[in-house]
């Protein structure tokens, strides 16, 4: 039998939005893998709604903890999401030191911006947080306003390949991770740059008409499922783009709070 890797994902539940836990967990889980999750916060509705709730669960973490430690649980991998607090970074780095299994690698995008601007409850003390916890990675995967953020860079709209490749620089300095830059664009694609030791891929496609939210998570939780199963990152980038790109062309265009992802992961896109 091969032995299923045991994942811990960590970010918020969001009930409604299709974002964070409701997208990792089951698209992990689809692509075989037992996935465990360290809840943050569960919210009524991801925060591009108006307004939400939200209950804050970082004093469950250190008896969940505990709990495990008890239990002698451990993980092969962790993929980060949203955190929305700096002490949920230093919980995230008490799990890898305690719960890993020998190199169980760490994928984090280190959600927190898009559009040039920080999302609703982040400041400048959480993206310096930040910068320590993706010097524990082993993948990043910022889209270019968090690359931009990180490095202190200036925000540029031109999203292009030198803008990209100065972020992915800047960042490789921070992190001994791969570097995946998200959100490139150029004559009329859009994708990733995969920066790892000087070397530069880009994986694109054509950029579509239409936005989204939520599909960052959706690309994480695809790219981190192919690369636990020992994909090479160009694949599995290609394949998250590619999903991510079918999910938005099935969306209704009134779905303005995520991207109908189910009904092509039941038909085992
Ligand atoms: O998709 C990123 C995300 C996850 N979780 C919550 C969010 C957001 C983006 O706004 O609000 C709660």
Redesign the pocket.
Known sequence: MVKVKRICTM??L?CV?Q??LT?ALPILSRYGIETCVLPT?V?S????FRS?SYLDLTGEIPKIFAEWANSGIDFDGYVL??L?KKELMELAVEMFDRFSTEGAPVVIDP?FA?DGKL??GFDLEYVEQMRKLIARADIIDPNITEASFLTDTPYREDHGKEYAETLAEKLARMTNGVVIVTGVEYDGLIGELIYRRGEKEYVMLPKLDARY?????IFTSVMSAHYFAGAELGYACRQAGAFVAECMKSTDDGHFYGVSFERLLAKGK
């Open positions: 970010q918020d969001s939005g974002c964070s997208v916060a919210l509705n991801h925060t591009q939400w999401g949203y929305g959600v898009d999302y609703s939210h939520g599909t960052g998570d």
